[in-house]
């Protein structure tokens, strides 16, 4: 079974410095990779997504990451960081080696942004 | 855009109550999922369904049960509602081959059990 480990279930940024979220996932083969974005009191939705192809992916919101296979890893990036950003971010993986279409999601992280 | 709508945003039962929680989803979604979501347990996938009135147990089924008689429909229910089951359910839902697709999720229930 695969699995998702997000590091920090909290991370605390200044508004206009650089956000980085860290994901890492178990599958020795590349699956399918997602970020989503949850606002207080609403569901999640998606802010990018890694399938086949370029290995840095752009979303919404100026978010951005980065699929890198050697590090098993897929963190979520932003240049600077906007009060509006303050949320809960999580990461999720599909497919690949033990995986299936239903997606393994992380614990989740917090991010608070200070004005 | 595919919209998925949980009837309820809050809910508040007795213990012991049978609860229905209604999902709805409008793209013809194959896939459809129950999760409940914990501070610092992240999302635990409950029940899902692949097909009208075809289910299978997530990673915490006990103490629930659901139902998928339409397509567009899959109900969660709490068979006798208990204090441990308050916490936020989320509905999702994705089309069939859907390992490289999304998860569409509703906006949430959030449930207290008192």
């Known amino acids: 079974a695969q699995s998702v480990t997000q590091l920090g279930s909290h991370v605390s940024v200044s508004e206009g410095a650089l956000v980085l979220l860290r994901c890492n996932y178990s599958?020795?083969?590349?699956?399918?990779l997602f970020w989503y974005v949850q606002y207080p009191n609403q569901g999640l939705q998606l802010l990018l997504k890694y399938t086949t192809g370029a290995t840095l992916v752009k979303g919404i919101n100026g978010f951005e990451a980065e699929f890198k296979k050697s590090e098993t890893s897929f963190h979520l990036t932003k240049p600077s960081a906007h009060m509006s950003d303050a949320a809960e971010y999580f990461c999720?993986?599909?497919?690949?080696?033990?995986?299936?279409?239903?997606?393994?999601f992380g614990r989740g992280t917090s991010l608070i942004v200070h004005p | 855009d595919v919209k998925v709508t949980q009837s309820s945003r809050y809910l508040v039962k007795r213990t012991g109550e049978k609860v229905f929680l209604e999902c709805v989803q409008d793209m013809d979604h194959e896939n459809m999922f129950w999760y409940r979501q914990d501070p610092g347990l992240g999302l635990r996938l409950i029940y899902f369904s692949y097909d009208v009135k075809m289910k299978e147990k997530g990673d915490i089924p006990e103490g629930y049960s659901v139902s998928r008689e339409k397509k567009e429909r899959f109900s969660l229910i709490l068979e006798s509602a208990s204090t441990n089951q308050t916490s936020m359910y989320l509905c999702?839902?994705?089309?069939?081959?859907?390992?490289?697709?999304?998860?569409?999720f509703g906006d949430g229930t959030r449930l207290s059990i008192l």
């Open positions: 599958s020795s083969v590349p699956p399918y």
């Open positions: 999720a993986v599909s497919g690949g080696a033990g995986g299936s279409y239903i997606p393994t």
């Open positions: 999702a839902s994705t089309p069939t081959d859907g390992s490289n697709q999304p998860q569409h």
